[in-house]
């Protein structure tokens, strides 16, 4: 077994053919890519051990992401279009203020839970790909099964569909024009494409667009809290929060409508790991992991409760119950402050967020291709021909298009939080079990940060209960889309058990019917990215 890697000092990576091949210092690398293509030796090659996944390996396009372009990433990420869409629909799912701010601060718990395992594992597994590194490592067998559930689920329910939508009702919203179905579409659609080509075409005016636009995001944060505190204070026609009792009126206590609810809130904070996602690109990975999303996570709590306070202080409580999508854009009406600049603001934010999904879910989709488990692999793991995982780009397009374009955009939002956030419940319990299967197996493995233990457990017990929820119905049967109440659940499952039959038929029934088992080969790309090939051998 390979030795866990000292981030300061490793620079060579082990294969189980005893073959020596130098890596990238993470801490001296070159930013400039063409540098790196210019000293082929320094390329690091495929690694035919699994356990080298503890020693940190570079990217072909150099570590070009410091702190605060991390720290943007994040928060970003996290601060989407759910700040500013979903306190109204939480808020009608559960009925009261209070409840709702409960909700909040506990979700905010449930994040903190799940960031301390994805620091944990970050810091030992300091390599781009998040989940998908942590799942290989942990979960060695069956074969190839971790791997496949990971590229399924990024195909499948990797997209974003819901910050698009929400861009295009803003932007409508601000042009004073009824958000019909086809023009929400369109304009979703062209903003998907626009990004697509922009991270795909221009790697660097990418990354400066998405930092512009977290910074603005983060400013109209700040902007809306205090003119909600200001008209709080000066103008007693605003609606405060009044008394204790009066803000648990209406609580809405059921287990299912609870659960739903709980999973807007964490799609509210999801994206606190998403640094995980690109570590092959990001300076001082152990270091940068362990910092930027405790701090982003800070920042977005602070935010929220104020934001959501603000919501509460500004527009009537009726009002903010039918809102659902469009709190913010009431607020604004609310305040006077009139239908285009802010919206058009929160439609920028919006843009922002779908910016870094698309920047990091396409290194995913390329750790997928480069293992193997996408066709056309030499295409979508390489880099070439603008210096930017194009072919990633690509996968992550094709079902977010298809997720704006085909259902209706009035359900569509709620609707696939649901599904993407209980899907991940089971990915999510996998990594937090894995981690603790780890600390028995493999005491010795360098741990920068440890999570704590009750934290895990906690992950774990709640990861159960969110998962049994649907099993407890609500009143009337029907989602707050108007649904069967667990279709969320339902159609997550099936990308499951999907993913698990299209395993068994690529890595067991078909080499058994045919006589042949599927072996690893290792290749370097013309522009230096590593690539697993799976390959058949006779049996």
């Not at 009702?169 to 009824?178: P, Q, V, W």
């Not at 990975?285 to 362990?290: A, D, E, H, L, N």
């Not at 390329?366 to 690509?394: D, K, M, T, V, Y």
């Not at 899907?423 to 079990?433: E, F, H, P, R």
Request: charged residues 15%; proline residues 6%.
């Amino acid at each position: 077994m390979a030795h866990p890697a000292d981030e300061e000092s490793l620079n060579t990576i082990t294969s189980t053919s005893s073959e020596r091949t130098p890596l990238l210092d993470p801490e001296r690398q070159s930013d400039n890519a063409s540098t790196i293509s210019n000293h082929e030796p320094l390329l690091p090659k495929a690694s035919h051990a699994i356990d080298d996944d503890v020693k940190p390996e570079a990217s072909t396009l150099g570590r070009k992401i410091g702190w605060s372009s991390a720290y943007i990433l994040v928060i970003s990420r996290v601060i989407g279009s759910g700040i500013f869409a979903m306190p109204g629909i939480i808020l009608q799912d559960v009925g009261s203020p209070g409840l709702a701010l409960t909700l909040w601060v506990l979700g905010a718990l449930v994040a903190w839970a799940g960031l301390a395992i994805s620091i944990e594992y970050g810091a030992m597994l300091p390599r781009s790909g998040g989940v998908k590194v942590y799942l290989e490592y942990t979960y060695r067998w069956p074969r190839f099964l971790a791997s496949t559930m990971v590229a399924v689920q990024a195909v499948l329910l990797g997209f974003t569909a819901t910050n698009c939508i929400i861009f295009a009702k803003y932007i409508l919203f601000a042009a004073n024009k009824e958000p019909t179905d086809l023009t929400t579409k369109v304009l979703a659609a062209g903003l998907l494409t626009l990004i697509t080509v922009i991270h795909g075409g221009f790697y660097r005016t990418g990354i400066w667009i998405q930092n512009a636009l977290g910074w603005l995001k983060i400013s109209l944060t700040i902007f809306m809290i205090a003119t909600g505190i200001l008209a709080t204070l000066f103008f007693s026609h605003r609606q405060p929060l009044s008394t204790w009792d009066g803000i648990w009126v209406d609580s809405n206590w059921e287990l299912n409508t609870l659960s739903t609810t709980l999973f807007k809130v964490l799609y509210s904070f999801a994206g606190l790991e998403n640094v995980n996602n690109v570590l092959n690109e990001v300076k001082n990975p152990v270091r940068t992991v362990k910092t930027v999303g405790p701090a982003a996570l800070l920042t977005t709590l602070v935010l929220y409760l104020l934001i959501n306070i603000a919501y509460l202080s500004v527009v009537p409580l009726d009002q903010l119950k039918q809102s659902r999508e469009l709190i913010a854009a009431l607020f604004f009406e609310n305040l006077g402050l009139g239908r285009a600049f802010l919206p058009v603001a929160i439609a920028l934010s919006a843009a922002g967020n779908v910016m870094v999904v698309t920047f990091s879910l396409a290194r995913l989709n390329q750790e997928i291709a480069r293992q193997g488990f996408l066709p056309c692999q030499r295409l979508l793991a390489s880099n070439e021909p603008f210096g930017s995982p194009l072919g990633g780009l690509i996968v992550h397009y094709i079902p977010s298009l298809l997720v704006i374009v085909l259902p209706p955009s009035s359900s569509v939002y709620s609707f696939i939080v649901d599904v993407e956030l209980y899907a991940a419940q089971w990915y999510g319990l996998a990594v937090t079990a894995g981690l603790v299967l780890l600390r028995y197996k493999k005491p010795d493995l360098k741990r920068p940060f440890k999570a704590w233990l009750p934290a895990v457990w906690f992950r774990v017990f709640l990861g159960i209960s969110l998962i049994l929820a649907p099993l407890f119905p609500p009143k009337d049967g029907a989602s707050d889309v108007g649904f069967f109440y667990a279709t969320y659940a339902l159609v997550g499952l099936a990308v499951i058990i999907f993913g698990f039959l299209y395993w068994y038929a690529m890595a067991v029934a078909i080499p058994r019917y045919r006589g042949y088992v599927l072996e690893e080969e290792f290749h370097t790309l013309k522009d230096g990215t590593a690539i697993t090939k799976l390959v058949h051998r006779p049996a």
